[in-house]
């Protein structure tokens, strides 16, 4: 189905919809609720009370530990918010070295790496902001000021609406997604598919959006829900029930005379690798349409229940595992080709860690519920001690590991998985600044992934699988490394690239992965709705304010691509897709959280302060 006709088929349906939505009883409580100033909207996401904080100075070590007492008792509402969410729920209940490491990678450190040579601690470009400055920072970005730049802002907001509504695929007569991209000048290839995760943004935009419609992701949840329902087979083989497809498209069936779905599990996408992002991203999305409608009955419905549950019994079931972390394949998530994401890698790991959060709140206990919720329980403790002690790297602990001792055993080993200091690539002893620490991208016997990955990090703070010390140290490093991170166009979805002979044995001579291109080192702009997410949340949202005013610089002149390629970000994607669908969603999503920070709430989870926080008896290279 050609998208043009998609739109025609739907418009109708849509008008109706929309009105409908418009009519007195159905105008949303977002709309009710949006603050009528940023300080509002910030005291609504319990960032009100820091602002003076946030705007005063970097956060040292100490000044974040008081943080994150202050945020433990302020919190609470946001806390209550959820129980009681969770009590009204349960009474309705009817219804990647140069030489001798794993990657041979290349940095700009030569290049131009703005900040790179930076070894004393300087104040950050976000430091020092007075509150009226954040009040004109969001008039700019919400057009209040008029102006020629709002005008051109402005006219790329509805250039963007525009494109996303041509990207609706109808089935039956329903908006049930979004075409990956809509571009005629390239060979579809599966970009005539609607992805699931990049779908997520989408539904994100059409969930913040004035008139929010809704329909459309309720129609995707379900329709996605009845996907995982198919028996799926590769080759002879069955994939376990809870599987969610990667990708399904609409087509026509001329003998039954009717349309017909067809989904893609990882059976025809490259490499044959099953997504296992995609179930984590459904639960995530499923969460936000509730906390946006506060519509309850698509989560309660019996049939949601049981497909939440079997995504996460895929995860929880016991194995041989030692760790909490999920053992994958590359290729198994947004970057879906050979890239040596193989393991635990952080991107899953966070991804996982989000859905159980929001599983739990909307499992109900009834059946076997409790049990998966006990299950659940101890998962997110496990998980968060192990990726906030083993993932985290700052200058500290990278300097621990540079004196690690090995061949340790026994509990007491501090290297608890062997890994030889002489692993250590040389660019990330060049990139670490003094200030800010991140995830690094996998932990595995005797490996350490050094390379930095975007969603996991930007993951890791909407789900506060990051303390809020970790999280402020992230954005830290993110100014830092501005030139390497952002560069020209936002974002990097991983930082360096592998090169050379590591390009050739990590990849498999990937000519669409070579360096600085793609997934390997590429700049991706539907990343710019996570960074702006994290970037609020942690109260910092001039950060994504400048990464907005660079995309804002090229993204529509540009025909919204895919990607783009080079050291910076300076060239569009050899390969990029023009309407690429989530590049634009992405933009709409940081636009609408810029411009209405409670947006935010859709998309983040508080501090569980209920997670038990096991005792530590390892904590000789630990430095919190
Ligand atoms: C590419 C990307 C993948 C995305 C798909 C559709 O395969 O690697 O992450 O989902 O395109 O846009």
Same mark, same amino acid.
């Given at each position: ?135 004109? !920072?969001?008039? @700019?970005? +919400? /057009? ?7 005008? %051109?802002? #402005? ?117 044959? !690798?099953?997504? @296992?992002? +995609? /179930? ?7 969460? %936000?349409? #509730? ?334």
């Amino acid at each position: 189905m050609s998208p043009g006709s998609t739109t025609e088929v739907c418009g109708d349906e849509l008008a109706k919809k929309a009105s409908a939505h418009n009519s007195p009883e159905n105008v949303s409580e977002k709309e009710t609720e949006t603050p009528e100033t940023i300080v509002e909207a910030y005291e609504k996401l319990n960032l009100g009370r820091d602002i003076s904080n946030v705007f005063t100075g970097s956060t040292s070590v100490d000044d974040g530990e008081k943080k994150e007492g202050d945020q433990r008792n302020k919190t609470s509402q946001e806390k209550e918010m959820v129980e009681t969410t969770a009590e009204e729920m349960t009474k309705s209940s009817n219804g990647v070295v140069a030489g001798n490491g794993d990657f041979e990678v290349v940095s700009n450190i030569n290049n131009g790496g703005g900040g790179k040579t930076t070894s004393i601690l300087k104040p950050s470009p976000s430091v020092g902001m007075s509150l009226e400055n954040l009040v004109e !920072v969001s008039n @700019v970005a +919400s /057009g209040k000021n008029g102006g020629t730049e709002n005008a %051109s802002a #402005t006219a790329m907001m509805d250039e963007a609406w525009d494109l996303l509504a041509q990207s609706y695929v109808c089935f039956k007569g329903q908006h049930v997604g979004t075409l990956a991209a809509v571009d005629n000048s390239a060979e579809a290839l599966n970009y005539n598919q609607v992805f699931v995760r990049d779908f997520v943004p989408c539904g994100l935009a059409c969930l913040m959006k004035n008139n929010a419609d809704v329909e459309i992701v309720k129609n995707f949840l379900l329709k996605t829900l009845h996907l995982q329902g198919w028996e799926k087979r590769i080759d002879n083989f069955t994939l376990g029930e809870g599987v969610m497809p990667a990708s399904f498209k609409v087509s026509y069936d001329a003998q039954r005379q009717k349309e017909i779905l067809q989904a893609d599990f990882g059976g025809t996408a490259i490499g044959r !690798v099953a997504p @296992v992002d +995609s /179930g984590f991203w459904w639960i995530i999305l499923l969460r %936000s349409y #509730t906390k946006c409608t506060h519509d309850y009955s698509l989560s309660e419905l019996p049939e949601v229940q049981r497909g939440m549950k079997l995504i996460l019994n895929l995860c929880l079931s016991d194995g041989f595992d030692t760790f909490p972390t999920l053992l994958c394949a590359d290729g198994c998530s947004m970057i879906d080709r050979r890239m040596g994401i193989y393991g635990y890698p952080i991107e899953i790991q966070a991804l996982f860690f989000f859905a159980l959060r929001c599983a739990r709140q909307m499992l109900k206990p009834e059946h076997d519920g409790k049990e998966l919720i006990e299950r659940i329980d101890k998962r997110i403790t496990a998980l968060s001690y192990h990726i906030q002690n083993y993932y985290w790297l700052d200058f500290t602990q990278l300097n621990n590991i540079y004196r690690y001792k090995t061949e340790e055993y026994s509990h007491t080993a501090v290297n608890k998985f062997n890994v030889i200091p002489e692993s250590i690539p040389d660019w990330v002893l060049e990139f670490m600044p003094l200030r800010g620490g991140y995830f690094i991208g996998n932990v595995s016997p005797a490996r350490m992934d050094f390379r930095w990955f975007l969603i996991g990090n930007c993951i890791s703070i909407l789900s506060s699988l990051a303390t809020p010390v970790q999280a402020t140290a992230i954005m830290d490093l993110i100014e830092e490394r501005w030139a390497d991170l952002i560069g020209e166009m936002p974002l990097k979805i991983v930082y360096p690239a592998l090169d050379g002979h590591q390009w050739r044995i990590v990849t498999g001579c990937d000519p669409k992965n070579t360096r600085w291109s793609y997934h390997n080192g590429g700049s991706w702009p539907v990343l710019l709705w996570l960074l702006t997410a994290a970037s609020i949340k942690t109260g910092r949202p001039q950060i994504a304010k400048r990464a907005i005013e660079l995309a804002e610089q090229r993204l529509s002149k540009d025909g919204w691509p895919e990607y783009y390629d080079g050291i910076t970000g300076r060239y569009v994607g050899k390969q990029a897709r023009k309407n690429q669908t989530w590049s634009i969603a992405g933009y709409l999503v940081a636009k609408l959280m810029i411009e209405n920070p409670s947006n935010l709430l859709m998309i983040s989870l508080e501090e569980d302060k209920k997670i038990t926080k096991p005792r530590l008896t390892r904590s000789a290279s630990w430095t919190f």
